[in-house]
């Protein structure tokens, strides 16, 4: 693989996250991959999001299958049956143990297998609902790993590490994409995409973070 190889992979959940990502990548990198996960999650309109997304944006699109996630770890995420709770002590019912980790090992293999050098993703440790694999530490833990183990040279970018909520809304601002993430992104746990139920900790962290940002873009005018 080129050590000068500009081609990335970005791992697409049609999101507000990973939707800022996106845009963040295609600025940076001559050719952007996606590659989005079906493992039986609450809703299937997210891949369908992701997929007219993708398409919208004109870059490639990948679905891999990995339903034995549902199988080995129920939680609210992959069962609608159970109602998701956020708890005061401990993780979310709404984790799903060694779902990055996963992922992210998958979406290396899809990026050698494109002659990508460059994978991208949106995790943050900063609003992260408590969720270890989105860890500063821990990307960087598995981005040796997997270098280590597939002898290359990736370099794992994880643009929205430090920010909160309200500071992705406001690099989607800067990369002209505001509008596009806030009407066209599903980040609602009920499937409801754009403002969605309003009520999840999804929509709640998301339109928090949109009314904080608005409020101070008008007071810097």
Known sequence: MSPHNDKAVVVFSGGQDSTTCLFWAKQRFSDVYTISFDYGQRHRKELEHAQAIAEQLDVPFHIIPMHVMNELTP?????????IEEREDGLPNTFVPGRNHLFFSFAAVYAYSVGARHIVTGVSETDFSGYPD????????????INLAMDSDFVFH?????????????????LGALDFVRERTLTCYEGIPASGCGECPACRLRNEGLEQYLRSKGGEQ
Do not use: H, Q, Y
């Open 158 to 174: 994880t643009p929205l590490m430090w920010l909160d909520k309200a500071g992705v809304w406001k690099l989607s601002d800067e």
């Open 75 to 83: 939680n609210a995420l992959t069962k609608a049956n159970i109602p």
């Open 134 to 145: 989105c860890r500063d530490d821990f990307m960087k833990s598995l981005n040796v790993t």
